[in-house]
């Protein structure tokens, strides 16, 4: 009866079952992990996310519900076509009024 007790400890399915334990452990605390990042965009109804801070390749993402919107910082600031659609001043409290202009004067181009 020896023989039947020896021949049962030296089982190799048995090493299977708990290298599969051993996964399973590892698999649920990498899944915990994920749910418990806050970085997450899958869950949030809004957020931004900004690549590369204050470089010139930064990238910002938007995303609004189920929209995503990419922007990409481009090495033109303040350039493009358009119209002084008015003027804005800043009041002493902090309060801004805007005073739209009658006609409509085109943008100076800086070159």
Known sequence: MRFLDEHDNDDPLLSVVNLTDVFLVVIAVLLIIVVQNPLRLTTAKS??????????????????????????????????QGTRAGITYRLNDGRMIYVPEKENKPVPQND
């Not at 900004?50 to 470089?55: D, H, K, L, S, T």
């Not at 609004?64 to 033109?76: F, P, R």
């Open 47 to 80: 957020a931004v996310l900004i690549e590369n801070p204050g470089q010139p390749d930064m990238k910002m993402t938007i995303k609004d519900g189920q929209e995503l919107k990419k922007y990409q910082a481009s090495s033109e600031i303040g350039a493009g």
